[in-house]
């Protein structure tokens, strides 16, 4: 089973920085598979990303992602105050395996 | 757009049977290239992939939850449910019943979430 680890565990930035969010899988994965969420306090996570690298609908250009092989990351440009949730990576590894990670916190202040 | 409800019993007893249900709507859960999934999170915790069902009728499971999972699909009322038997305070979470893409791989639409507590 692949596991993804996330890093840092939590951030402080302030508004207008850039950030950038790690996921690391224990093994080498095909981005294909790979996709990152975004979840606000009490509310169900929100798909920012999928295939590694393409935005879903809707989500601002501020938000990319990269990565390839157990390497993955999620990049922030000019944080904004809307941005403070936590971040999950997600792999699917076939039927039956979807694994997330632990998530990352993000607070902007 | 879709849209996803959970509902079922917010509260069940120690190694009674959790059952939810999930109507969708805005769309088909006959449509090609999706399957339909449930997803907890405990209190404070990250996110947990419990399993998913085709409109086939079948499943794949965690196979940490795999011995007391199982799923079903109603294509006449537009749902699909999910029951977890033998449940324990561990099993206490937000569950949300979420729509899967299966050609790009990852979970588009998701519902709001329902609390589960496991109490007696």
């Known amino acids: 089973e692949i596991v993804l680890t996330q890093s840092p565990g939590t951030l402080s930035l302030s508004p207008g920085e850039r950030v950038t969010l790690s996921c690391r899988a224990s093994?080498?994965?095909?981005?294909?598979?790979l996709a990152w969420y975004q979840q606000k306090p009490g509310q169900a996570p929100r798909l920012l990303m999928y295939g590694a690298s393409n935005r879903a609908p809707g989500i601002p250009d501020r938000f990319s992602g990269s990565g390839s092989g157990t390497d993955f990351t999620l990049t922030v440009r000019r944080v904004e105050p809307e941005d403070s949730a936590v971040y999950y990576c997600?792999?699917?590894?076939?039927?039956?395996?979807?694994?997330f990670g632990q998530g990352t916190r993000l607070e902007i202040k | 757009q879709v849209q996803l409800q959970e509902s079922g019993s917010g509260l069940v007893k120690p190694s009674q049977t959790l059952s939810l249900t999930c109507t969708v709507s805005g769309g088909s859960i006959t449509s090609a290239g999706y399957s339909w999934s449930w997803i907890r999170q405990a209190p404070g915790k990250g996110l947990d992939w419990i399993g998913y069902i085709y409109q086939t009728g079948s499943a794949y499971f965690n196979p940490s939850l795999q011995s007391r999972v199982t799923m079903s699909i109603d294509k006449s009322k537009n749902q699909f449910s999910l029951k977890l038997t033998s449940v324990t305070a561990a099993d206490t979470a937000v569950y949300f019943c979420?729509?899967?893409?299966?050609?790009?791989?990852?979970?588009?639409?998701w519902g709001q979430g329902t609390l589960v507590s496991v109490s007696s």
């Open positions: 979420v729509r899967y893409d299966d050609y790009n791989y990852h979970f588009d639409f």
């Open positions: 997600q792999h699917y590894g076939g039927s039956p395996r979807i694994t």
């Open positions: 093994q080498s994965v095909t981005g294909t598979y």
